[in-house]
């Protein structure tokens, strides 16, 4: 198959990662420990101070430590982003390895890189120029690495492990500058980031996959669908980012309320875009039947756009609405959006990030806009007011409507590093010196990894075979004995008739 695709390809491309590969694993990982070496230290709470600390903060047990409050929500997220992104990515007839095995080695760098760049801007002690790290940097750079992964899947099969590599580089980098921005100079309020995470995630991969446009990619078209157990495993990563998306959403929300209610309200929108994508994915098929790449990813849409709005009180009716909303606009996306993107913008999205993710974060960015701008003492009460929105310090006489407007902002600012960043990084990716795969030869495990022989097929055959020449057998002897039955009752009616 290797000799075949050099003959129908342009220009043949070297894939040989031995050396590029390595580098930039053993280069990189040195850099961190230098890095953590330099400037990471363990906060208060996971030092060995610790005691001293309770005694000084007059702190009388250690339940009290917020490990023990935020780590089932980051056992959680963990999940999430190793088995659920993971396992998602396997929908693929031949890229399994690739999919899964790619996702663990890109989220294995990136919450590394991500706990130095946002150490740096939220976590940095002007004491001592050391950035102290505990439980919640810890979700915070699952977080970070989440909008990496989400890049990944409009690239799937169609770039090297090194491109991945430099792309989340650039991406965590990016991140953390606009999660600064968006949370702290603008003060807005994105606990489950549909802004930071999703919208930003969504467009920065759209927008590499855009730049890397592969006009020959049709030569890799026997690759590109999937089969009934590969739809399987991709759907064990749906299962496990649905149940765990409540927590995703709620992991870093405000202790008591807000974290409640953001469990409620998202696991409400999930819910309900479950029917509803369903509901259209029959309706678009002439005979009623379902796709299961609608059931795999546009359940998940409710999740996504309830990030920004988890902690308000939009009100279970209204996480409901959202859910049915987002369940038919991200099945519609997969159904129409992604053909057409890919045949008038050139936008080869081979997951459909932009249904489940950038869709639906944009969606999440607007429903918190406006329930922002028009949140009420009525409904929250005064401390309600300025323990869901932090109105205080320099923010403490923000209005309602101020902070709608803010929330906008930070959606337009998710925006714009997600397409500038798209397009720096698309540019520097589409360098010929990466290793990424020919147009024919896309989608396939081969190029990159070692596969084991695949001797399933043939006894599969034979124990095929065997069991039709068992029926057929069954089906001869069954015939023989009902002759025989005939036979002798025939010679019985004779002899009683004598």
Excluded at 268 to 275: N, Q, R, Y
Aim: hydrophobic content about 45%.
């Amino acid at each position: 198959m290797m000799g075949n695709c050099q003959a129908c390809c342009n220009r043949p491309k070297n894939t040989n990662i031995r050396i590029s590969l390595p580098a930039i694993c053993f280069v990189w990982q040195i850099s961190m420990i230098i890095l953590f070496g330099v400037f990471v230290r363990y906060d208060e709470e996971s030092d060995s101070h610790w005691v001293e600390y309770m005694r000084e903060n007059n702190i009388t047990s250690h339940v009290e430590n917020d490990f023990y409050y935020r780590y089932p929500s980051f056992q959680d997220v963990h999940v999430m982003i190793f088995v659920g992104f993971g396992f998602l990515m396997t929908f693929l007839k031949r890229y399994s390895f690739g999919g899964v095995g790619f996702n663990f080695l890109i989220a294995a760098f990136g919450i590394q890189w991500a706990l130095l760049m946002q150490g740096w801007f939220h976590s940095l002690d002007p004491t001592d120029g050391t950035i102290k790290i505990g439980i919640e940097n810890i979700i915070n750079a699952d977080f970070c690495v989440a909008g990496c992964l989400i890049a990944f899947g409009a690239c799937l099969g169609k770039v090297s492990p090194v491109q991945l590599m430099v792309m989340t580089l650039f991406g965590v980098t990016l991140f953390a500058v606009e999660e600064y921005i968006i949370l702290n100079i603008i003060h807005a309020k994105d606990a489950g980031g549909s802004m930071t995470i999703h919208t930003f995630g969504g467009y920065y991969g759209l927008v590499i996959s855009w730049v890397l446009y592969r006009p020959n990619l049709h030569q890799s078209k026997r690759l590109q669908g999937s089969h009934y157990h590969s739809d399987v495993f991709a759907m064990i990563g749906t299962l496990f980012l649905w149940m765990f998306w409540p927590s995703f959403n709620s992991a870093i929300a405000n202790h008591g309320d807000g974290q409640h209610r953001a469990v409620i309200n998202t696991y409400l929108a999930l819910a309900s875009s479950v029917l509803t994508a369903i509901a259209i994915s029959s309706l678009s098929h002439r005979r009623g039947k379902l796709d299961m790449v609608h059931v795999q990813n546009a359940t998940l849409a409710g999740g996504v756009a309830m990030g920004t709005a988890a902690e308000f009180m939009i009100m279970p009716y209204g996480s409901l609405i959202v859910g049915f909303c987002c369940g038919i606009l991200s099945t519609f996306g997969y159904l129409v959006l992604t053909p057409f993107l890919e045949k008038h913008m050139k936008i080869q999205d081979t997951c459909g990030i932009h249904n489940l993710h950038a869709m639906p974060g944009l969606l999440g960015g607007v429903i918190g806009a406006i329930t922002a701008a028009t949140a009420s003492k009525s409904v929250y009460g005064h401390e309600g007011l300025v323990n869901t929105f932090n109105f205080v310090d320099e923010f403490a006489n923000r209005s309602v409507g101020t902070q709608g407007a803010h929330q906008a902002a930070g959606l337009c600012v998710a925006l714009i590093f997600g397409l500038g960043g798209g397009a720096l990084v698309g540019g520097i990716l589409k360098l010929p010196l990466w290793g990424d795969p020919e147009d024919c030869n896309c989608f396939d495990d081969e190029v990159y990894w070692e596969l084991p022989e695949d001797e399933e097929s043939i006894p599969a055959i034979i124990e095929y075979n065997n069991q039709m020449d068992s029926k057929r057998f069954d089906m001869v002897e069954s015939n023989v004995n009902s002759l025989n039955l005939t036979d002798r009752s025939q010679t019985t009616g004779h002899l009683c008739a004598q």
